[in-house]
Each structure stands twice: as C-alpha cells, then as structure tokens.
C-alpha cells in the first residue's frame, strides 16, 4: 500500500512560513537563517499569522467549501479543525508581536521577541521532520533540523 505523502492541515502554517522564510534567504544569498527567520518577522505575512488572521481567512474558505480541503479534496473532520484553532490560539500568544521594541539597546532580542522567534523555528523544524520522515528530502531547504 501507498503511503499518504500529503501534508497533513496543521503542517499547512509551517510550510507557509517555511517556504516564505526560504523565499527571503534565496533573494538574499549573504543570508544565514537567523537573519532570514528575523526579517521574516517584520514582513505582512507574519503579522496576519501572529494575528490569527491566516487562520480567520483559512477557516472562511473552507466554511464556504463545505470544509473541503482544496488541496486534497478531502473533507476536514471536526478533530482537525478543533487542532486548527488550538494551532491559531497557539500562535497568536506564541508569536505576540510588540511594534518598536525588538532590540533593546545591546541590540540583543527582547524575551518576547525571542520567544517568537524559537516558536518559528520549532514549527519550521516540525515541518522538515516531516519531510524527514516521509522521505521527501528535496522540500528540505533551511536544513534546520540537522
């Protein structure tokens, strides 16, 4: 038998981040991953994820479809979507986001800076422990999970 190779829904938010976080260090070459992780966290897609916004908008969209997934064609079961809102929850207070106060003067990050920050890479190396797992090595980009 086959083995499902499709994403599982709560890994969706993790490649999202993941492949815009690659996006960034592949238009910048100089780049190492903390660097691309940082600038990351000031772009507008991290700021709708940290809101809950993503969410809200994947929520709608499957409500509108009868909770069939796009992508696989499959209907979302209420387990799954139960996870999804604890995952946006979970975000939301993982990834607060506090305008002007990212660095402090020694230009190291404040605690809920960095807090942020380890939440991402530990959903970013969720995600390529998963690919791991399933043997799809080409979608690791980052390597972060070494």
């Not at 690659?22 to 991953?33: F, G, P």
């Not at 772009?43 to 479809?65: P, Q, R």
Request: hydrophobic fraction near 40%; proline fraction near 2%; charged fraction near 30%.
């Amino acid at each position: 038998m086959k083995k499902d190779l499709s994403l599982p829904l709560v890994l969706y938010v993790a490649e999202f981040i993941y492949l815009k976080i690659h996006e960034i260090k592949n238009n910048n070459n100089d780049l190492n991953n903390i660097d691309a992780f940082e600038i990351f966290m000031g772009t507008n897609e991290f700021d709708e994820i940290s809101s809950g916004k993503f969410h809200d908008v994947w929520f709608e969209h499957l409500k509108n479809n009868n909770f069939i997934d796009k992508l696989t064609g499959k209907k979302v079961s209420e387990e799954t979507l139960k996870l999804l809102e604890i995952q946006k929850k979970s975000m939301i207070k993982e990834l607060l986001k506090i305008p002007k106060l990212y660095y402090a003067k020694s230009h190291f990050p404040l605690e809920l800076s960095q807090r942020a920050f380890n939440h991402l890479w530990r959903v970013c190396e969720s995600y390529e422990l998963w690919c791991k797992e399933t043997k799809q090595d080409k979608l690791i980009l980052l390597n972060l999970a070494s």
